[in-house]
């Protein structure tokens, strides 16, 4: 069982949604499934989409300064690797982009574990703080009933402006 929170981010919500993380603390963003075991900490990151299940649009943020517990596996029948994000004390950032079928922006979330896959409770120290990067986004983004998401402040003022259509669900 988890935590999350869905949201609209534009690039630039995004960037600052980063920067904000990365005041706070030592935090690294990372591709789930990267080319090799070794992770690898992305800035800035790759544009997102534009199509669901594209390789930029499902990541991880972990905190260096927790010293995070982080599984990586490699393939055995292909080349690259996954991050294990049931046992690794990561949060899930699945980005928003804007379709190419449709050219509206997509809603992303931000999730993490309170367990692994054994049950067994992650530590204390990642859970307060990803507790704090969800609290983050409630305390910053507009809450929309309709779309049950929050909406960051750039892609709000898009969406006021009708520079920028959201996907319906």
């Not at 305390?139 to 309709?146: H, I, L």
């Amino acid at each position: 069982m988890g935590k999350q929170v869905r949201f609209y981010m534009t690039r630039a919500d995004e960037d600052a949604f980063i920067a904000a993380l990365q005041g706070e603390a030592d935090v690294v963003v990372t591709l789930n499934y990267p080319p090799t075991v070794e992770l690898v900490a992305l800035s800035p990151l790759p544009l997102a989409g534009p199509r669901i299940g594209d390789r930029n649009t499902f990541m991880a943020i972990y905190n260096r300064d927790i010293d995070p517990k982080l599984v990586v596996r490699e393939f055995s029948t292909r080349k690259g690797a996954a991050l294990d994000v049931t046992r690794s004390e990561v949060i899930q950032f699945n980005r928003c982009f804007v379709a190419s079928y449709d050219g509206k922006l997509h809603r992303g979330r931000v999730w993490y574990d309170h367990e692994t896959m054994q049950c067994k409770p992650k530590r204390k120290v990642f859970l307060v703080w990803a507790q704090s990067v969800l609290q983050h986004i409630k305390k910053n983004y507009r809450y929309s009933e309709e779309r049950l998401a929050y909406i960051g402040p750039d892609a709000w003022a898009q969406l006021d402006s009708g520079q920028l259509a959201l996907a319906p669900y």
